[in-house]
């Protein structure tokens, strides 16, 4: 199984930015398409990102597109999610996994926006 450990959430205010990392281990991350998911409280878990096992195309929901960039490093098995320009309804639990989810999913990390 895969085993995905989540960092780089916090505290930032409204218009800020955020770089969340995700490491994977247990798989071949290389031939992977992973991505990012977020739940709110009170709301379903839902898509925010995904990028291609070589980089070469990404999606993005369109409430993050302009925003938000999914980037990875296979060398490092980890993928990347660069949050720039951050409002008040990013906030969540940020999660990765591959796209389509098909592991176990991580502890998340908590990314919260005040005004």
């Known amino acids: 199984q895969v085993q995905l450990v989540e960092s780089g959430g916090g505290l930032v205010q409204a218009g800020g930015s955020l770089r969340l990392s995700c490491v994977a281990s247990?798989?071949?991350?290389?031939?992977?398409?992973m991505g990012w998911f977020r739940q709110a409280p009170g709301k379903e878990r839902e898509f925010v990102a995904a990028?291609?096992?070589?980089?070469?195309?990404?999606q993005y929901a369109d409430s993050v597109k302009g925003r938000f960039t999914i980037a990875r490093d296979n060398a490092k098995n980890t993928v990347y999610l660069q949050m720039n320009s951050l409002r008040l309804e990013d906030t969540a639990v940020y999660y990765c996994?591959?796209?389509?989810?098909?592991?176990?999913w991580g502890q998340g990390t908590q990314v919260t926006v005040s005004s």
């Open positions: 990028i291609t096992w070589s980089s070469s195309d990404t």
């Open positions: 247990g798989r071949t991350f290389s031939t992977v398409h």
């Open positions: 996994n591959s796209h389509p989810p098909d592991s176990p």
